[in-house]
């Protein structure tokens, strides 16, 4: 069983939608969560950090994370066809531990 | 603020050569991460420099080697590649000590003919 597991998709869904992307863990000990983008042939980029449990909201995107369920969601509002790619979850136990990636999913949003 | 910028873009090269991939990080980070992206695969981790030691390495083979600079700027060398290598390379920086989050640049894709 990998420590985390993430869909890998894809998932198409209509221009203005609400998109929830999620990934699971297995290690209780994991406190910060990151989710990234990744368009065609780019680098992953940043779009939440937060540590242990709870809300983050970031203009149309809100990242949840649930350490009871080991379970953490990215939700994307009012969706648009540039938010078609690739989201990959990670996390770790903090400093000086390696992080743990997901397979990433594929989403796309279609016009 | 530049982001983290990593050279070539595209790098061909032949079953038995080598490969040098280089990578500058985001200013004042210490901390430099190599990873490997195979086609439609997820990242696998390679290596994670700090202040110019190896703090951790993924399950690579040896002939996936590295080293940081004083100036924080880092080299990934492949030696006698192979076919599997081709791939996406990508390297990424934080503050240091593996503090996060990681900052991505856009990779450098190593094709093996």
């Known amino acids: 069983q990998k420590e985390v597991e993430q869909d890998p998709g894809p998932l198409s869904v209509p221009e203005g939608a609400i998109v929830s992307l999620n990934c699971t863990y297995s290690?209780?000990?994991?406190?910060?969560f990151m989710w990234y983008r990744q368009y065609s042939r780019k680098g992953p980029e940043l779009l939440m950090y937060t540590y242990s449990s709870g809300n983050k909201e970031d203009g149309r995107f809100t990242a949840q994370v649930d350490k009871s369920s080991k379970y953490i969601s990215l939700f994307i509002r009012d969706s648009q066809p540039s938010d078609s790619a690739t989201y990959l979850c990670a996390m770790n136990q903090g400093s000086n531990y390696q992080l743990i990636w997901g397979a990433g999913t594929k989403l796309i949003i279609k016009p | 603020e530049a982001g983290v910028t990593q050279s070539p873009t595209h790098l061909i090269k032949t079953r038995g050569q080598q490969a040098t991939l280089r990578c500058s990080p985001i200013s004042g980070h210490t901390s430099v991460y190599w990873y490997q992206q195979a086609l439609g695969l997820g990242l696998q981790f390679l290596l994670w420099y700090d202040e110019g030691e190896e703090r951790n390495r993924g399950n690579f083979p040896p002939r996936f080697s590295g080293r940081q600079f004083p100036n924080y700027s880092s080299e990934l060398n492949v030696n006698a590649l192979e076919l599997e290598d081709s791939a996406l390379y990508l390297c990424a920086s934080s503050l240091g000590l593996g503090q996060q989050p990681q900052h991505f640049g856009d990779g450098t894709r190593l094709s093996i003919l």
């Open positions: 290690n209780s000990a994991f406190q910060y």
